[in-house]
């Protein structure tokens, strides 16, 4: 008696991105069985057990898991053009943020955006992370700040997982800067996030993580400690901006709070890389905007490979310090930028990509993970980080349906 399954894909080359002991857990000559959306059994030999309901001939391509963008904000209305040109004029993004432009500025775009212009935008460039074998998008509010425009953002953000072939994780960035209103009283904006918009995003569901800035002109640590207790209370993840301009220790205290990610941590001291090393707690690295901010300080990229910390890559997709809709590209500068290897660029979007996002069931090819996976007509996985826009998957499947 043969095993009904729902999808047979053969005669592929597999970066399963597993420790299996060969570099990207290679798997040469291999099928893939699929049901119920999970992948049921890998293969190097042919599938005489199974009776799938659909047949893929792989070609001798390479299959790999879906890419994971662990760190975007892209939902969010204009965009800050105006302010590139200044940067290259001569001001800095700090200079900008305290002359009330940089995120304020899209937060007052995106207050006065209706959930239908957002989302359309929204679309346009979650579409094009989709074009380029994304899966799975880690997207943050931030842009709205006040409760209405921080829930319809988050709304939105679940709205782009109905309409596209993608996992959305939606999170809730309310303290990304002090709102204009709440200038004069800081402190009282950081009570509004935790006693009235953390309560609220919880109990409708619309997010799975809080996120903060912990920066100068962002939310001190104090500040950042209150809303990683409110999380907390409402069984929230945690992730956190720190260390990209400066060092306050908030990859320290983030990570003191069961952090799933640290994230740019430009800025972060080498002592303190061995506090990740004993958390949980993933680093996740945006080399774009590093680019886009011409930053010189490099991620302690050392450090964190001899302590054994998960490097995750993003393309931290939003208006103002990295306007880049590519993971491709993004793989390309941690490998140009930050000297990671296209192995570890390639781990950094799939296996620990998942894990900055708590995602157990993504981010490899292996048995009872999710069927996400992207079909590649490329010689070798080291391609990925290689080029600029030279790329597309030539099939895709979510879930194990294809998209
Ligand atoms: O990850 N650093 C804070 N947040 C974003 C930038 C947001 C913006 O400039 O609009 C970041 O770089
Ligand atoms: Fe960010």
Redesign the pocket.
């Known amino acids: 008696m043969k095993t009904k399954i729902d999808l047979l894909i053969h005669n592929v080359s597999i970066a399963s991105m597993t420790d299996n002991g060969l570099p990207y857990g290679q798997i040469q000559n291999a099928s893939v069985a699929v049901k119920s959306g999970s992948i049921c059994s890998i293969t190097k030999s042919p599938f005489d057990e199974f009776e799938p309901e659909k047949v893929v001939d792989g070609q001798g391509q390479w299959l790999l898991p879906g890419f994971i963008d662990c760190?975007t904000?892209l939902v969010?209305a204009g965009n800050?053009a105006k302010e590139f040109e200044m940067r290259q004029q001569g001001k800095t993004?700090t200079e900008i943020?305290q002359q009330g432009g940089?995120?304020q500025s899209?937060v007052n775009a995106t207050r006065r955006a209706t959930e239908a212009e957002l989302l359309e935008d929204s679309l346009k460039r979650a579409r094009r992370l989709v074009e380029e074998g994304v899966t799975c998008i880690e997207i943050?509010s931030?842009?709205g700040l006040d409760l209405d425009t921080e829930l319809r953002m988050l709304k939105v953000a679940a709205e782009v997982a109905e309409k596209l072939p993608v996992t959305v994780l939606p999170t809730y960035?309310g303290a990304?800067?002090v709102p204009v209103e709440y200038k004069n009283n800081p402190d009282a904006y950081v009570d509004y996030v935790c006693d009235t918009v953390i309560p609220k995003v919880a109990e409708q569901g619309l997010a799975v993580s809080v996120d903060v800035?912990c920066?100068s002109i962002?939310f001190s640590p104090q500040q950042c400690e209150k809303v990683f207790i409110a999380a907390q209370e409402h069984d929230l993840n945690i992730k956190a901006?720190v260390e990209?301009?400066s060092d306050l220790k908030g990859a320290k205290l983030a990570a003191q709070y069961q952090a799933i990610s640290v994230?740019?941590i430009e800025y972060l001291d080498e002592d303190d890389v061995s506090v990740l090393a004993n958390s949980d707690t993933v680093a996740v690295l945006?080399p774009g905007?590093f680019y886009y901010?011409r930053e010189t300080q490099l991620p302690p990229v050392n450090s964190l490979r001899q302590h054994n910390v998960p490097i995750a890559i993003a393309t931290?997709l939003?208006?103002?310090?990295?306007p880049i809709a590519s993971i491709l590209t993004t793989m390309n500068m941690a490998c140009v930028l930050f000297g990671l290897t296209p192995e570890e660029s390639l781990r950094g979007v799939t296996v620990h990509a998942a894990k900055a996002l708590h995602l157990e069931n993504k981010g490899q090819i292996a048995v009872g993970l999710d069927a996400d996976l992207c079909l590649w007509d490329i010689e070798h996985p080291c391609e990925f980080s290689y080029g600029i826009n030279q790329i597309r998957p030539t099939r895709k499947w979510i879930a194990g349906n294809e998209a």
Do not use: C, M, V, W
């Open positions: 760190h904000h969010y800050r993004y943020a940089g995120i899209t943050k931030g842009y960035l990304h800067t800035f920066e962002g901006h990209q301009l994230d740019h945006l905007a901010l931290d939003n208006p103002g310090s990295s």
